[in-house]
């Protein structure tokens, strides 16, 4: 940005003179009529005249312009381009993940429900064992519950990420939005010749702002949806124990 206001500043020196000006109306006429230039490439008449006579100053000028705004156009392009690239990268893992939560969860509950049929097995079977048979419930119902917990975990999990997909998605759609009024009128305008250059000045300086008004609003709004409240989960410790770990001490 900072580098094409410092291209379009550099044209705005001081006033031409009378005969710069009588030859660029004159050399402007031409054009008009396609003489010199024809859908805004020079003919070939043109190419002789800039050849010998060199380039009028509001041709350079011009040039310079559409020079500068096309770059902006195209690194802007280039930017947006990268962040979408990154946003589907997230995508691609936060897509792995979710499989991976998925297929843990197909396995606790698998998992619960042989757990369930042992306990009914082994409750029909009371009358054959001895009295340890109390101990043996409470490991199954022990086992059972941390079954329970791990089910209830990779739920909890399961749905922060999917949060987590919404803030991309949203992300990549204001980068959408922003890349759609990249080709507006909002910049596109500034290359109109019914436009003076102060205007096409302020117009970059408003569309510099607009960027990073809209860079910083996502910004906080990740860092809310990331840091904003201390989640709680449950973590499997050595032995079978469980244990709630605090995001916020992390």
Not at 85 to 114: G, P, T
Not at 145 to 152: G, H, N, Q, S, T
Not at 206 to 212: D, E
């Amino acid at each position: 940005m900072d580098w094409a206001k410092r291209e379009l500043q550099s044209i705005q020196g001081p006033k031409i003179g009378m005969i710069d000006t009588v030859i660029g109306n004159v050399h402007g006429g031409l054009s008009k009529v396609g003489l010199l230039e024809r859908n805004g490439s020079p003919t070939a008449v043109g190419r002789v005249v800039n050849d010998v006579l060199g380039h009028t100053t509001q041709q350079r000028s011009k040039a310079t312009m559409q020079r500068t705004f096309d770059y902006l156009l195209s690194t802007l392009e280039e930017n947006i381009a990268n962040e979408l690239a990154r946003a589907d990268v997230l995508f691609q893992l936060f897509e792995s993940v979710d499989r991976q939560f998925h297929n843990l969860h197909r396995s606790v509950a698998k998992e619960e429900d042989s757990l369930a049929n042992k306990k009914d097995e082994f409750l029909a079977s009371m009358w054959r064992q001895t009295i340890n048979n109390k101990m043996r419930i409470k490991k199954y119902e022990k086992n059972l519950k941390l079954l329970k917990d791990v089910r209830a975990s990779t739920l909890i999990n399961k749905s922060e990420l999917k949060a987590h997909i919404q803030v991309i998605q949203s992300v990549k759609d204001q980068l959408d939005k922003a890349r759609k009024n990249l080709v507006s009128p909002l910049i596109r305008r500034a290359q109109s010749n019914s436009f003076g250059l102060e205007q096409q000045l302020n117009d970059l300086t408003g569309t510099y702002g607009f960027l990073k008004n809209l860079r910083d609003g996502q910004k906080k709004k990740v860092l809310r949806e990331l840091w904003g409240e201390p989640k709680r989960r449950i973590g499997i410790t050595a032995g079978g124990r469980e244990e709630e770990i605090d995001d916020s001490e992390q």
